[in-house]
T-cell receptor
Framework: GENVEQHPSTLSVQEGDSAVIKCTYS??????FPWYKQELGKRPQLIID?????GEKKDQRIAVTLNKTAKHFSLHITETQPEDSAVYFC???????????FGPGTRLSVLP | EAGVTQFPSHSVIEKGQTVTLRCDPI?????LYWYRRVMGKEIKFLLH????????ESGMPNNRFLAERTGGTYSTLKVQPAELEDSGVYFC???????????FGSGTRLTVV
């Protein structure tokens, strides 16, 4: 089955700097990769996703890149703000399955 | 639209007791999922309903966990009897299409003491 790894587990950046979170997956059949942001005490919320036929997707200050050959995908946040502080989860969905396999999460702290 | 709603938000029970968690998905979402996050680790899949049918329950840890979705609307997840290792946050999520990202509920934080 699918296995998703995520690094780093914690990340601290200065406000205004960029943050990058990387995930690798094991199942080449995975074709959909969402990213979720979970603020303290709140529900995980989908912030961006990418499908396997796309190499990069951008939405304002966040972007996701996918390298299918290497089986890794990354979340990029530019011009970070304190409200970006949260736990970020990557996930992968195999083409044959209905459920997502999540990474262990990255706790991002944006320092003012 | 109303989001995914979970009840209760917190539950503290003693080992050996029974707890029932409830999830109300977004209206019209046939796909309902249960996940849990234990001890700050990854969010792990428990099971997936399509309407009232269990599509995939491969993530259910053992037979102390019972999920139902009578009528294909809300779902319940019962833990009986609860053990200490069941403590964690139980998330419900729903989607209209299984191929897209979910909408999560706020979760139920279960503490077994």
């Amino acid at each position: 089955g699918e296995n998703v790894e995520q690094h780093p587990s914690t990340l601290s950046v200065q406000e205004g700097d960029s943050a990058v979170i990387k995930c690798t997956y094991s199942d080449s059949a995975s074709n959909y990769f969402p990213w979720y942001k979970q603020e303290l005490g709140k529900r995980p919320q989908l912030i961006i996703d990418i499908r396997s036929n796309v190499g990069e997707k951008k939405d304002q200050r966040i972007a996701v890149t996918l390298n299918k050959t290497a089986k890794h995908f990354s979340l990029h946040i530019t011009e970070t703000q304190p409200e970006d502080s949260a736990v970020y989860f990557c996930a992968a969905k195999p083409d044959y399955g209905q459920n997502f396999v999540f990474g262990p999460g990255t706790r991002l702290s944006v320092l003012p | 639209e109303a989001g995914v709603t979970q009840f209760p938000s917190h539950s503290v029970i003693e080992k050996g007791q029974t707890v029932t968690l409830r999830c109300d998905p977004i209206s019209g979402h046939d796909n309902l999922y249960w996940y849990r996050r234990v001890m700050g680790k990854e969010i792990k899949f428990l099971l997936h309903f399509v309407k009232e049918s269990k599509q995939d329950e491969s993530g259910m840890p053992n037979n102390r966990f019972l999920a139902e979705r009578t009528g294909g609307t809300y779902s319940t997840l019962k833990v009986q009897p609860a053990e200490l290792e069941d403590s964690g946050v139980y998330f419900c999520a729903s989607s209209q299409s299984p191929g897209r990202g979910y909408t999560f509920g706020s979760g139920t934080r279960l503490t077994v003491v």
